[in-house]
């Protein structure tokens, strides 16, 4: 039996950059009775919020010291504090003003080099390029756009490949990972998944064999990739209907 359930979030638990179902926010309520529940995105942690912890339906804070949330790929830890009933960090390894800046010029760069860079379809107040911290994230069409627009943008990656391609040119210092529907997360090598994956491991005092990992981007190149050469035991999913389905299966045979 796993104790722990990590999951990618986009694709994985729901529709890009959107909350989760309500069938999804049901079943993790009741898996956080058996397993730690852990979550790890590229994305920012208001993030998590908005689009997992707030759709829980009545979580007790009993439940909620089960929910282990890896921000921007397990680079950023938040766990529950039961006496304060709030979040807090546990860790944080940040990128340098230097990095960011030298990582937000090559990205930039290289989109419209190929023209890819999409500013003119942004929101108002919508930005492609997103200091995370940990990490630097294109979004070719921003993070406001519509569901169906992003995933028309670049079905199959290749647009985003190509960016990555000039990218590692230009600066081969940094790692780049597509994620998402139109994300490329930018962070310094090793500070991917599995250094997430390894810190999950660490501070919730498990083994590989005790973790099973939800994601959709498990293919080379993908940022649940690393997780895969880490050797966790991995189900590839399509989209947050196949998580639910084996989700359902699991708590099934409980």
């Not at 780049?176 to 139109?182: A, L, P, R």
């Not at 997430?196 to 501070?203: R, T, V, Y």
Request: some cysteine.
């Amino acid at each position: 039996m796993k104790k722990v359930l990590a999951f990618d979030i986009d694709q994985t638990l729901n529709v890009a950059k959107t909350p989760i179902t309500d069938e999804i926010a049901d079943l993790l309520i009741k898996c956080l009775d058996h397993f730690e529940i852990c979550p790890i995105s590229g994305q920012k942690f208001d993030q998590f919020l908005i689009q997992i912890v707030d759709r829980l339906p009545n979580p007790t804070p009993k439940q909620l010291s089960h929910l282990h949330l890896f921000v921007a790929q397990g680079t950023q830890y938040y766990r529950y504090n039961t006496q304060k009933k709030d979040w807090e960090q546990v860790y944080n390894y940040p990128l340098t003003d230097e990095q960011v800046a030298k990582i937000t010029a090559t990205i930039e760069q290289s989109a419209k080099e190929l023209g890819l860079w999409e500013e003119d379809k942004l929101a108002e107040g919508d930005e492609i390029i997103e200091n995370r911290l940990s990490q630097v994230t294109f979004s070719a069409l921003g993070q406001k756009a519509g569901t169906e627009e992003k995933y028309a943008w670049d079905p199959d990656c290749k647009k985003r490949e190509k960016i990555v391609a000039r990218c590692k040119e230009l600066a081969p210092e940094f790692e780049y990972e597509i994620g998402g529907t139109t994300s490329i997360n930018a962070i310094t090598p090793g500070m991917n998944k599995e250094f997430g994956m390894a810190h999950l491991l660490e501070e919730l005092d498990v083994e590989k064999s005790d973790v099973l990992y939800f994601g959709d981007m498990t293919q080379p190149g993908g940022n649940d990739y690393p997780v895969v050469q880490m050797g966790i035991d991995t189900i590839t999913v399509r989209n947050h209907e196949d998580t639910a389905f084996a989700l359902r299966g699991i708590l099934g045979v409980l």
